[in-house]
């Protein structure tokens, strides 16, 4: 509802909620008031949406573009593979290249009066929560860690990590269950070695989060049906070892999901590419 909502039914909703009864634009009984909190959100635009697209041309599809004879060609380009090839790592259709630092995503969004763009945080952690059709049982506080390594048995690299304010490598959890009865946990992230380019820097990311998996969340997936967790995802490639079931085979599709794949599915479950 653009401006009217920012400036009338938002304002009724938080003096509704301080107080029942007005006179002159003042409280007259305080004491009627409730604790009380309200969340709105506002969907993104399709203005928003094409704003954020964003295109990568090679040479020969440029030239294309260049040529005022092959009007039919360019058409047929635009609709068959523009939209669904050049704009693939655009915002607003999923970069999960991002994910290295969920809290970085951003959007450029228009204001509510549509006179201006700003860029935005987008919140990762609850767009997902949603999706999932998650009943959100705990979302935990970020937490913080600085990490010491060494070779472990087999040359495989390990961690040690201590938790610090201002810590390197951070994580977050939200706990809950899905729609269909199963326990969710879900395990954010951030690989700032991969981010800042370091020589395996992935191989550090991963050797935090095992450490933090194991050593201060006490998550361990085993071939237990009486684990406590039934699905986690996880954000960012990893090595995390995968349990087999009783006939030898990986158990990966059923309890250990990555949440970029999860998120894009989730997210265009029930579209079609443009043809």
Not at 33 to 42: D, E, N, P
Not at 168 to 184: D, L, P, S
Not at 222 to 229: K, R, T
Not at 247 to 274: C, N, P, S, V, Y
Request: glycine share 6%; net charge negative.
């Amino acid at each position: 509802m653009g401006n009217h909502f920012d400036f009338v039914l938002k304002l009724r909703l938080a003096k509704v909620v301080y107080s029942q009864e007005w006179k002159n634009g003042k409280p007259v009984a305080r004491d009627t008031g409730i604790s009380h909190c309200f969340k709105y959100i506002r969907l993104e635009s399709y203005e928003d949406t094409l704003g954020n697209l964003s295109l990568k041309r090679s040479a020969g599809q440029e030239q294309l573009f260049k040529n005022n004879e092959n009007d039919e060609a360019r058409q047929a380009y635009v609709m068959n593979y523009m939209l669904d090839v050049e704009t693939r790592d655009s915002q607003s259709l999923l970069n999960t290249q991002k994910f290295l630092d969920p809290t970085q995503y951003q959007l450029n969004v228009r204001s509510a009066a549509g006179d201006e763009t700003v860029p935005i945080n987008v919140d990762l952690l609850e767009s997902f929560n949603y999706l999932l059709g998650l009943e959100v049982e705990h979302i935990a506080a970020p937490i913080y860690f600085n990490a010491e390594f060494k070779q472990g048995d087999f040359g495989r690299l390990q961690a040690e990590v201590k938790q610090k304010k201002d810590g390197k490598w951070w994580f977050r959890t939200v706990y809950g269950k899905n729609n269909a009865g199963q326990q969710v946990l879900v395990v954010w992230r951030n690989l700032p070695s991969v981010i800042a380019g370091e020589d395996d820097g992935l191989l550090h990311d991963n050797a935090v989060l095992d450490a933090v998996l194991v050593e201060k969340l006490k998550i361990r997936l085993s071939e237990s049906q009486d684990d406590e967790i039934d699905i986690l995802y996880i954000n960012g490639d990893h090595n995390i070892h995968i349990p087999r079931d009783r006939k030898g085979e990986l158990m990966e599709q059923a309890r250990l999901q990555l949440i970029e794949e999860a998120f894009h599915r989730l997210m265009f479950a029930d579209t079609e590419t443009t043809h």
